[in-house]
């Protein structure tokens, strides 16, 4: 058997390529024979999966195995041995790296880049992936020493030599505990050979079991839904857990993992960035004495690296976290659970990788052997085609746990009634009522701020933001002018800077109907939540308390309300505008729409009593509101399948984007026009545009997109695979940013 004499390593590059390296020389090697008994030992320790340290022109670079190989496309000879081999075992168990060649391979983006948007910024630079403790001991020479009461001289160091001979072994903390200021003492005793210091791989105390929570008695869909998935623990199989908030499908997560964890296997969940709150984390905690750990975007590099090392030495068997945390270690993966699936916050569409967590969830599942388990009261259009074409099985929890109907939604025609600050007559009144019945109002506009404009009655100055295509928004309360798309932020001007007339706020934020709210109903305790409001995350939690422990009785607040916290006593929810996602050029936006109508209006009536829901819009016609009032999701999501087909829009067709953004206005246009001349089209693929964004100018940076699409997914990237390599070398390229997005989410 030849040994590998090759690895095949990725460095965080731009470049589509590995790079080969030899085996590491062994360091004490004097002759051939010595060297090549070296090589073998330390062929034989390094696998696929751990990283090395190569040289690279003058750098040297923390790089990723990728393979082993007999030989190269290069002549050896010409080849560079690795220095040094960072890890005992793979980084990357083979199932992750496999996960990660198949994403750097479909997202169409270099390898090295990929495997390094998956590692915590700590590792990708070489920090050991175990912690690790230091161990302070005795050498035999200083035992003796210590009985001779040497060293004579030094009290410091003859203290620490006693201390030490009374124990087997220190840790550093211990040391600094007992004896401050040690270290000098120590190194003085380390010289002469009488104390060794070791690093040693930490043993993670067991977590503190608060787990006290009783499991309630399942209703017999949740059973059904349990019993579906744990029969197919050890392999792959794809479900659809489709119920809406407060259907128990939480509680159908926690039976699962309780499976898994029994199985002596380990679960990964994936939640949305806003999904990941307190409470969530909180009932694993309660139900679990299992140690957790939870992976998020807030977190220093120090508590991620502490988070994912706690994954990979399989101390944490329950993995919790946002997108990236689809590419966490999890050693012996029994089950995925992807919590609101069709949230936009699991598609990464910013930077050089972008990639949607929850598809890559799907083939790690795959990759894997276990099942997954994607969750949601409004499923994506591409996940319920899943399931029409047989890809996907699905379990759906039809009611809310305590409580039996669904609630009413009714339209509000903005055109036939008198509306004041942005709300109807009709709604004032059901305010009032569910009030007067001791209910709770929830008041829904996806806009905060004061008003989306600053108005000049006299010329027409429309407080435009300087680096966007954009209106700066009027922020009352702190007087501020913000621009909600690059964070342009200045004083609120009293006359309009353009011809000195006055000015006045025009259109409704969450702050005026705050402020609007509080006259019509004085003395009615109110919330606002929104992201002006909630800072930090401790915010978010003292306006929820004070919802619910019924102190205040209104809430108003942006998509922030509908996610988290249980208010039993909502009855009531007004939508203020629906008509923002009606008529938009992205194809996608009707979906959108639907699913926050549906996630806002299951804020209604959790408890004992019958929601009601009234949506203000000026388009009580429009066929989307009608297909939704009158069939639900559901309905709705069959008729927008159909008109997707019609229009071979994703799920039957698929798409990807060139992306483009430069400081000059032509730029961004001219790259994808080159681009377009040099694609060489086969008959089923087809571009769309260049066209600048919707929104062309954002931060002060023009943007432009082209589009390609084919109705067949391998016709699609056979095609880009040829073109990219094509595109990427054109001197146009060179003014611009770009970035390859396969299944885009948002188009403009
Ligand atoms: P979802 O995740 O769909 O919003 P949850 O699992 O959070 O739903 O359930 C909503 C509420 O009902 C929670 O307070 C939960 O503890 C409770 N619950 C869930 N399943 C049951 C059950 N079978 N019996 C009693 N209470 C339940
Ligand atoms: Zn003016
Ligand atoms: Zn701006």
Partial sequence: MTLPRVYRVALDMPLRRLFDYLTPVAADANSPAEAARGEDAAAQAIEPGMRVLVPFGRQRLVGL?????????????RLKPILAVLDERPLIDAGALALLEWAADYYLHPIGEVLAAALPKSLRLGASAVDTLEQWGLTPEGREAQARGEPRRAPKQRQLLAYLAARDTVTADELTADIPNWGDAARALKARGWVTAAKIPSIEPPAPTGATGEAPELAPEQRTAVQAVSEEIGKFGAFVLHGVTGSGKTEVYLRLVEQVLRQGRSALVLVPEIGLTPQLVGRFRERFADPLCVLHSALTDHERLQAWRSAYSGHARIVI????????PVPNLGLIIVDEEHDASFKQHEGGFRYSARDLAVVRAQRSNVPILLGSATPALETLHNVENGRYTRLTLPRRVEQAAAPRIALIDLRNHAVQAGISTPAVQAMQRHLGEEGQVLVFLNRRGYAPTLLCTACGWISPCRDCDARMTVHLSANRLRCHHCGADEPLPVRCPQCGFAVKPVGQGTERIEEALEKMFPGVALVRLDRDVVRRRGDMESAMKRMSSGEARILVGTQMVTKGHDFPNVTLVVVLNADQGLFS?????????????VQVAGRAGRGTRAGEVLVQTEFPGHPLLLSLLAEGYD????????????????????LAAVRTSAKAADAALGFLTDARKLARLPRNVKLLGPVPAAMSKRAGRYHAQLLIESPERTALHRFLDGWLPLIEPLPSARRVRWALDVDPIELF
Avoid: H, M, N, Y
């Fill in 585 to 597: 050029s992205d194809f996608r936006s009707p979906e959108r729409l639907a699913q926050t109508l």
């Fill in 635 to 654: 309905g709705f999501a069959r008729t927008a399948l159909l008109e997707r087909q019609q229009a071979s829009w994703p799920p039957f067709s698929r």
């Fill in 65 to 77: 195995v990728v393979a082993a190989a007999a030989s190269s496309d290069l002549p050896l000879e």
């Fill in 321 to 328: 976290g946002t997108r990236s945390a689809v590419f966490a």
